[in-house]
């Protein structure tokens, strides 16, 4: 049974930074590909980023680049999503989730894609 759990969250002032966590308990992390997911207060779950099981390979949405990076550490079952820069309009549930990435190295962008979910954890931004 994977089990995803997120830490990290808080509330910050705008321009501030956050590093969210999320460990997996399983064996298999280092073949999964794991990816950040937001969900603010009436909108639907959003793709954040994604990275590849081997760490080199990783996307962002738009409204995140340059501000936050995604990273991996397979030792440790973790990856980690750096947040620098916050605004206000990064306020939301933040959501890590994996699936096996069967197809080689590469990174995955849509909900339905991912097979294991964490239970999230709330980042507030105040201005």
């Known amino acids: 049974q994977v089990q995803l759990v997120e830490s990290g969250g808080g509330l910050v002032q705008a321009g501030g930074s956050l590093r969210l966590s999320c460990a997996e308990s399983?064996?298999?992390?280092?073949?999964?590909?794991m990816g950040w997911f937001r969900q603010a207060p009436g909108k639907e779950r959003e793709f954040v980023a994604a990275i590849g099981w081997s760490g080199r390979s990783t996307y962002y949405v738009d409204s995140v680049k340059g501000r936050f990076t995604i990273s991996r550490d397979n030792a440790e079952n973790t990856v980690y999503l750096q947040m620098n820069s916050l605004k206000p309009e990064d306020t939301a549930v933040y959501y890590c989730?994996?699936?096996?990435?069967?197809?080689?190295?590469?990174?995955?962008?849509?909900?339905?894609?991912?097979?294991?979910w964490g239970q999230g954890t709330q980042v507030t931004v105040s201005t």
């Open positions: 399983g064996r298999t992390f280092s073949r999964y590909a």
């Open positions: 989730a994996g699936r096996n990435s069967p197809y080689g190295d590469t990174y995955y962008l849509r909900t339905d894609e991912y097979d294991y």
